[in-house]
């Protein structure tokens, strides 16, 4: 349970580093065109407008956003802008214009991290892939950061945790700009310290934007994509400042052994990945949500005694029901895209494993979590029916004696006194106990019957899904 509550306080940082990280991008982009920067990414991209004036720059295009403050008209400019998004070959998976104007925080991210994968990578990097023969944008860019701070005495294995203490940065641009850098000073310097200089100077000399601060940066696990994002600007401006840049890319040396060694036009390597990106970013939202699903089941599993209580986790469990169902469709677009990916064949050996690899975890895990939400339904149910019996029971006994009593007393003859006030004492006894009883009859009067068990006769499909692509 520790874990879990750790696990989502890290999955909200990373998303709130994201959000400010995007928006920063998109308002560089909008401020080259004098448009009014955004705020807040969730909400400022519902209506569309702001999402077409960066495309309109993008794609150095007329754009007409549509006028109208009523959703019909920010769902035809979120739909506008998908289509100009599809014409461009930026792919997108699970993403619709509801969940934008709906303002979906990990589907908008998901829609501006596919945005900025395809606009970023662009000249150099485009040409860096192609040469060196890879369709994988992260590996390309790995391999370069590592060639050009070769001798820094830095170790970059990821786009995470290798960048946190700031040496890596420092000693990238040192190596195009060692006019920027005092290295040896950058050395002795606080983490914070050498960020705080890198990304001012990168400001000043490079013309980057400060999309990133030193705490986002500075921690055990920063976001993968935030600093992933700032090295693809590094990297078209320090490429500039080195004309060798193409005689190095040979001797870029790559963690597969398994290149893919086929000539293939460019537009192809960079569709791909942009392809296997939006893949990669539709796969974690919903292994997230899967991940928060098995949490939420596991803290439900005791039922409590009384029939309100067991009541209320039935109808909570029948929403459950209900989201699970919503999700089972984007869990089976992201396995249809990844077996269309294999069947395409542009992937390398190494790539096509891992796309396998995970198309039979997300299907295992779904197929787990839906057999545990059905069992736990049946448990619920069988709990709230056994409850229910017992109370109808109970009722239909005091229902019985009850009947008795109003006979006995209806039978009475006796006029006298103390007959007539011992009476009117059983009557006001029985006053009170039909008013207690009444508590238990209202109780019972909205029984709860068995719901719908076929709720997922179509999740077989995803089955049949990873058989038939024979992963």
Known sequence: MIMATVDNILVDEREDVQKKTFTKWINSQLSKENHEVISDL???????????????ILTNTQIKPEKGCMRVHHLNNVNKALQILDQNNVKLVNISSN??????????????????????????????MLESQQTNLEKTLLAWCR????GYGVDIKNFTSSWSDGLAFNALIHKFRPDLVDYDSVLKQHPNARLENIFAASYSHLNIERLLDPEDVNTSVPDKKSVMMYVMCLFQRLSQYSDDIGASKSELQFDDTSKNTDERPLSMLTNISVELGGYQTALEEVLTWLLEAEDRLHQSEKLPEELEGVREIFHLHEKFLIELRHHQEGVGVVLEEGAKMLADGGLTEEEEEEVRIQMKLLNSRWEKLRITAMERQTKIHECLMGIQQKQLDELRLWLTQTEDRISRLSQSAKMD?????????????????LRKQQLSVDSLSNLVVVIDENTFTDSGKLIILINNYNI
Request: charged share 25%; net charge negative.
């Open 42 to 56: 969730f909400l400022d991209l519902q209506n569309g407008t702001k999402l077409l004036y960066l495309l309109e």
């Open 417 to 433: 006194v103390d007959s007539l006030r011992s009476q009117l004492e059983e009557h006001s006894a029985l006053r009170a106990d």
């Open 99 to 128: 969940d934008i104007v709906d303002g979906s925080p990990k589907l908008i991210l998901g829609l501006v991290w596919s945005i900025i994968l395809h606009w970023q990578v662009d000249f150099h990097l485009k040409e860096l």
């Open 147 to 150: 060639k050009n701070t070769e």
